[in-house]
C-alpha cells in the first residue's frame, strides 16, 4: 500500500518562484493537510481540507494556495516562493472522525530550498 | 501559538531504561495523540487517547491524560536504541478535527 505520496522529494527554488508540491492518497480518506516543519520544531498546519470540496486555512497560511483537486488529491502552491518558505513540507490525510479518531498519515515528506 | 508543548526537549538514556514525555496544552480537547518521527521521516501515530480516558497502553507504550491539568504523559518502558526518535503530541480541538502539534521531545537512547 502507497499510503499517502507527495512529490517532489527535494526541490531548489529562486526567490519568487512558483511551484506546486503534489499529493495523493489511496486510503479513501475524507481529510487531507499540509504542514511544514522547521529545523528543531514540531509541525505547523498550513491548509487542510476537510472533505472533498473544501479547503481551510491553518496555522500559517500565508504565501501558500492550496487545491483540492478530487477526494485522492491535495496540492499546495507557492506563488512566489521566500527563503522564509525553506522548509520540509509534509502531506498527511486521515479517515472520517469515528472511525480511527483522528489518526492522521504521513508521507515522507518534501525538502524545499529557497535561495 | 502551538497548542501542545512538550516536556523535556531532550532526553537521553540508556538502553533498558524508562523513557517519559510530558505534554500541555491550553484548551479543552476531543482527542489527544502521540506521534514519532524518525530523522529524516514523516512521522507515525503510536497512540490516541480519548478526552475521557485517562490511561491507555500499547505494547511498550504507556499514556496517561489528565485533563484537569491539561497535560499527557507518555511512557516508553524497556527503552532500545531503535526507539531514538522525536515524540510529538497532537490534539484536535474543535469540531474541524484539525489536529495541532507540539514541538517534540528528541530521544536518544543510548546502547
Known amino acids: 500500500n502507497a499510503g499517502v505520496t507527495q512529490t517532489p522529494k527535494f526541490q531548489v527554488l529562486k526567490t519568487g518562484q512558483s511551484m506546486t508540491l503534489q499529493c495523493a492518497q489511496d486510503?479513501?480518506?475524507?481529510?487531507m493537510y499540509w504542514y511544514r516543519q522547521d529545523p528543531g520544531m514540531g509541525l505547523r498546519l498550513i491548509y487542510y481540507?476537510?472533505?472533498?470540496?473544501?479547503?481551510d486555512k491553518g496555522e500559517v497560511p500565508n504565501g501558500y494556495n492550496v487545491s483540492r483537486l478530487n477526494k485522492r488529491e491535495f496540492s499546495l502552491r507557492l506563488e512566489s516562493a521566500a527563503p522564509s518558505q525553506t522548509s520540509v513540507y509534509f502531506c498527511?490525510?486521515?479517515?472520517?472522525?469515528?472511525?480511527?479518531?483522528?489518526?492522521?498519515?504521513f508521507g515522507e515528506g518534501s525538502w524545499l530550498t529557497v535561495v | 501559538s502551538q497548542q501542545g508543548e512538550e516536556d523535556p526537549q531532550a532526553l537521553s538514556i540508556q538502553e533498558g531504561e524508562n523513557a517519559t514525555m510530558n505534554c500541555s496544552y491550553k484548551?479543552?480537547?476531543?482527542?489527544l495523540q502521540w506521534y514519532r518521527q524518525n530523522s529524516g521521516r514523516g512521522l507515525v501515530h503510536l497512540i490516541l487517547?480519548?478526552?475521557?480516558?485517562r490511561e491507555k497502553h500499547s505494547g511498550r507504550l504507556r499514556v496517561t491524560l489528565d485533563t484537569s491539568k491539561k497535560s499527557s504523559s507518555l511512557l516508553i518502558t524497556a527503552s532500545r536504541a531503535a526507539d531514538t526518535a522525536s515524540y510529538f503530541c497532537?490534539?484536535?480541538?474543535?469540531?474541524?478535527?484539525?489536529?495541532?502539534f507540539g514541538s517534540g521531545t528528541r530521544l536518544l537512547v543510548r546502547p
Open positions: 497532537a490534539t484536535d480541538t474543535d469540531s474541524s478535527y484539525k489536529l495541532i
Open positions: 487517547i480519548r478526552s475521557n480516558e
Open positions: 498527511a490525510s486521515s479517515g472520517y472522525p469515528g472511525t480511527d479518531g483522528t489518526t492522521i498519515y
Open positions: 484548551t479543552s480537547i476531543n482527542n
Open positions: 481540507s476537510a472533505s472533498e470540496g473544501t479547503t
Open positions: 486510503m479513501n480518506h475524507n481529510s
